[in-house]
């Protein structure tokens, strides 16, 4: 299993790698009809934690962050099932229902859980585009604050000024911007997401997810060059400390293999330090969602 090795003065560190970002899912256990488009053909089977394994090892991944794929409690415990038997499976970013009056009362039934790390919702493909600030789910992301638990923001880029406005009213509250919000990549759009970008970067409990971009490019011929001015724009404004790897596996292979997305981003990262590595692909993540 690769380690990154940190020296700092006299003293050495050993970090795991973390993929921050990946989902699994068994066809029948729940609702993916978001798997029924003919462009999700190649994904339409189950992935498993047996699938992931051989493709972290050969990546030298140590363990990786599951992320929800639904609105439903049940797939939390489906979830954390699979990661309380796999030493793999590092945490759990699952959902509750923000908007309901029984959000405190969810969270307090998974927040002991020890590989419950966090939590999501599927806000790109809400009717609203102001969904995520309307006062119930506030009311809702006010709880997640309270008990201090992670929430990852799903965001196309007509979401993202919602990054900042959401950092102000819940300055306590850590977000994780996934995707770095999906700019328009296969268009070579930078313009309409840049700005928004580095205004949520400027609250230090907003952060971001180096993932899913792959699926944003050409899925046939896209280059690493082709990610390079978003990780760019992505890593001066947050930094490493607040910077983490995500696979987004298995929804990337539909662009390219596992191993084609870490190496990407190793090639568009280029020479960087071995503190600031170590942080991408391990510490920022360990940290933010508290992996233990």
């Known amino acids: 299993m690769r380690r990154l090795v940190v020296r700092f003065s006299s003293q050495t560190y050993e970090t795991q790698m973390i993929d921050a970002h990946q989902h699994f899912w068994k066809l029948g256990q729940f609702d993916y009809g978001w798997l029924e488009t003919e462009a999700h053909t190649p994904i339409r089977r189950d992935f498993l934690p047996a699938d992931l394994e051989p493709l972290l090892d050969e990546a030298g991944i140590a363990k990786s962050v599951i992320v929800q794929t639904q609105h439903d409690l049940g797939e939390n415990d489906w979830a954390l099932q699979l990661a309380d038997g796999n030493d793999r499976i590092a945490g759990v970013v699952g959902w509750v229902d923000l ?13 002991d859980r020890d590989k419950f790390v966090g939590i999501r919702h ?8 102001d969904f995520i600030i309307r006062p119930d789910v506030i009311r809702g992301l006010r709880v997640l604050e ?9 965001f196309y880029v007509k979401h993202l000024h919602h990054a900042r406005q959401l950092a102000e009213i819940l300055p306590k509250l850590p977000m994780v911007i996934d995707h770095i919000s999906k700019p328009e990549i296969k268009a070579g759009n930078i313009d309409n997401w840049k700005g928004n970008l ?3 970067a400027k609250f230090p409990n907003v952060y971001c997810k180096l993932s899913g971009m792959i699926t944003e490019a050409d899925w046939q011929n896209w280059t690493p060059q082709d990610l390079k001015p978003y990780v760019d724009i992505a890593l001066e404004a947050f930094g490493p400390s ?3 790897f995500g696979s987004d596996w298995p929804v990337c292979t539909l662009a390219g293999s596992y191993q084609q997305v870490y190496d990407a981003l190793c090639e ?3 020479p960087i330090s071995d503190d600031e590595r170590s942080q991408i692909f391990g510490r920022t993540a360990m940290s933010f969602y508290g992996l233990g």
Do not use: H, W
């Open 99 to 111: 908007a309901s009056d029984d959000c405190e009362s969810q969270i307090e039934s998974y927040k």
């Open 242 to 244: 607040r910077c983490m």
């Open 146 to 154: 309270k008990y201090n638990v992670p929430f990852d923001l799903l």
């Open 268 to 270: 568009v990262l280029g």
């Open 198 to 200: 580095q205004a949520a």
């Open 122 to 129: 599927i806000t790109q493909d809400e009717p609203d585009d």
